[in-house]
Structure formats: C-alpha cells, structure tokens
C-alpha cells in the first residue's frame, strides 16, 4: 500500500490522515481560488454585456430566500435552554388557561404557578404562522432546572413516587403527564441532551393554530435535587425536522401547600424590593438618616480625649473616605440556615457603614458588596418551616 507521500505502514493511521488532510487542503484551496476566480470575471463580464439580463429578485424570491437561511434553531446535541426565543416571522404566546382551579394557582406579580401533587392544569398555546413555512409543527413540554449551572442535568422522578406509579412503562419515568387526546412521550432516561430528555409533544393544527394542553404533574420540587428545586416548564414550537422556532418559559412550583407558598414568596419579594429601593434611595441622598435610639444609649469613652476632641473623631470618621481593602472569605458552616444568618450579618454591618459615610464614592462601593453579598445568600435554599418546598426569595 502506498500514497503519493510514499509507503504507508497499515498501523499508522492517523499519520496518514493527517498528511492526506493537509495535501486535500492544499489542493481543494488551489482549486477553489482558481474558480473564484474565472467566477468572478465572468460576473464582472456579465454586468458590463447590456445584452445580458440577470433574472430580477421578486417578492416570493426573496422571502424564499429569507427563509432558506438558517434562522431557526437546531437544538440537536445541546443542552435545553430556558431563554425564551421567538422567529421574527411567528408569534407565540403561552398563557395558563386560569389562575387558579383545584389544586393550583397562578401568581400574576412572580408569573409563576403554584400547585400540589396530581393535580391538573391547561395552558393556551396560540401562535400565527405565514403559509410559506412547513406545514407541520407540534409543541414540545419540557420539565427544566431555572438553575443556570444546572440545566445540563436531567430531572428525574424520585424513587418513592416512581415505585408507586402503576402506570405503562413507557410514561413511569415522566414527571410531566399529558391530557390532551393526541400526545406522545419522547425522550429517555438521564438523556442530557435537548432532544434526549423526557418530554411531551402534541401536533399543532396550523387550520387552528391554537391548542389546549392539560397537563398533570406526578412529583413535587422536594423530590428533586437542592440545586434543580427552582424549575420552569418550557413550550416549545418546532418544525417537522424538530428546529426550534420559538420557546417559552413558565416557573412552575410543584408542592403541598401552593396557595402558602405562593403568599410567602410575594410577601418576600415585596420586602425584597422595599429594601433595595430604601438602600438605593440612602446611597444616592447627602441627608443622613439618624437611626431612632430605644432605651438609655450606652456611652462612649475615649481615653485622654476631651470632648471637643470627640465631636472631631466623629465628623472626620463620617466625612473621611472609607479605606477599603477587598478581601475573600471562603469557610464551611454547619448548616445553609447559620450560612444565610452570617450574610444577613455581613449586610448589616456594611449597610451600617453606608448611614455613617457621606463620601458618595465610599457609598457606591460599599453597595457593591453588598449586592454581591446579597447575591450569594440568594443561592442558599434554606428549609422554611411555613412553606411546604424550599423557596428561592426566602
């Protein structure tokens, strides 16, 4: 056996198509710049010749064009995403059929539904689609962690739940159950990819472009992982070759007490923004706000310093600019509760530091702390004796 690079021994395999690719290359660059080239002339020669007439760009043609082009998303070996996405062309909108019903119901301030175990949900699937694009699509629904650093990890049922599901083999493994008289399940166990995981697909009727899907949901959030307890379900529109065309994405909270859980979480928010919007409103004002004393305040004693000596330390501490000396802290503590307790501290102690500054610069960095600080207790998931599943604004 030889090659024009001379004899090839047979356990040399990969010497072998490496030399071929690197003499292909060079070959196929020689010949495509040689017909780039007579190309070239020969359109230059064409558009100068007033005999010659170039065939004229219609409407059908450039809208063939258009859609010829790869728009579309092809999820093929990629892991699901939870960003909602919507062609230029379609409009799609995924809205629950009501806000609440037996066993569930719909926050209008989080967009988010909340329901138990077993109970059962529609949701409005309405989209326009132009007559020139395929004729046949279907809506996938998909289970997915709102966790972005784990969204390439499957949701899975959990074994107390699955060993009591009589149900056919083929649907055990689904949290997510479909109603609706025409469905399909897809997917298969711990599929990582987009078109591997466990979901449920129903035609779309393009005569009525609208479709009703019942869901129902056999596991609740405490079933799953501490990082994948925060989950969406996602509708997505795609074609017959299973491009993606546009895709929705609505929280859902699987638990016990819904309707609890629900008025927790709001209640959280609330005060969530109530205290950004006051820290904002302390950064940006000159007036300092003194903090209302309660009881006989504790005396301060300096030694050797006189009075009027106080009176200066304590305007050239709040005047001056504070010297700051970043630093990372990085230790384990014996529970996610003593954790979250020891950043509510952290925030304290700084935002104390905001009141006493007048230095707007010294202000501004001191908020930066404490957003990141505020950011890395957001992630904690700490047991909440009133709420049925661990909540993400707790």
């Known amino acids: 056996m030889s090659s024009p690079l001379g004899p090839v021994h047979e356990d040399d395999d990969i010497t072998i198509a490496d030399e071929d690719m690197f003499v292909n290359a060079s070959q196929l ?21 007033d005999t010659v007439i170039l065939p004229a760009l219609t409407q059908d043609s450039l809208t063939e064009i258009k859609f010829s082009l790869p728009s579309s998303l092809n999820p093929s070996g990629k892991y699901p995403s939870v960003e909602e996405f919507c062609h230029e062309e379609i409009a799609c909108t995924v809205v629950p059929s009501s806000n609440q019903g037996a066993g569930f119901v719909y926050s209008e301030k989080l967009q988010k ?83 591997d995981r ?23 959030n405490t079933c799953f992982s501490l990082g ?43 005060k969530s923004s109530v205290n950004l919007s006051s820290l904002a409103s302390l950064s940006q004002g000159n007036n300092r706000i003194k903090p209302t004393k309660v009881g006989r305040p504790r005396k301060r004693t300096y030694a050797s310093v006189g009075k009027y000596d106080q009176k200066k330390i304590r305007s050239a501490s709040i005047k001056t600019p504070l010297s700051l000396e970043p630093c990372a802290v990085h230790f384990e503590m014996p529970s996610i509760r003593m954790a979250k307790r020891v950043l509510d501290n ?40 009133q709420c049925s599943v661990d909540s993400e604004l707790f």
């Open 228 to 270: 994948q307890r925060r989950t969406g379900l996602v509708f997505t529109l795609e074609s017959e070759e299973g491009h993606i065309w546009a895709r929705r994405t609505v929280p859902v909270k699987i638990c016990i007490n819904y309707r609890r859980d629900m008025l927790n979480e709001e209640t959280a928010l609330q």
């Open 198 to 220: 466990f979901a449920v697909r129903v035609p779309l009727d393009l005569d009525v472009p609208y479709v009703k899907l019942t869901l129902q949901f056999v596991c609740q």
């Open 113 to 195: 539904l909340f329901l138990k175990t077993e109970s059962i949900c529609s949701f409005d699937v309405k989209c326009e689609i132009p007559n020139t694009l395929p004729t046949r699509w279907y809506v996938r629904v998909m289970l997915v962690s709102l966790a972005p650093e784990l969204q390439h990890e499957p949701i899975m049922r959990c074994y107390n739940h699955l060993a009591k599901d009589s149900g056919p083999e083929f649907m055990r493994n689904h949290v997510v159950r479909c109603k609706n008289e025409l469905h399909e399940y897809v997917g298969h166990e711990n599929g990582p990819f987009y078109e």
């Open 29 to 49: 660059s020689l010949i495509n710049s040689e017909v780039l080239a007579n190309n070239l002339l020969t359109l230059v020669d064409q558009v100068n010749d």
């Open 346 to 385: 952290a925030i304290g102690m700084i935002s104390a530091q905001v009141l006493r500054f007048e230095d707007q610069d010294t202000k501004a960095k001191l908020m930066e702390f404490i957003n990141n600080i505020r950011l890395q207790r957001d992630t904690l998931m700490v047991n909440n004796s």
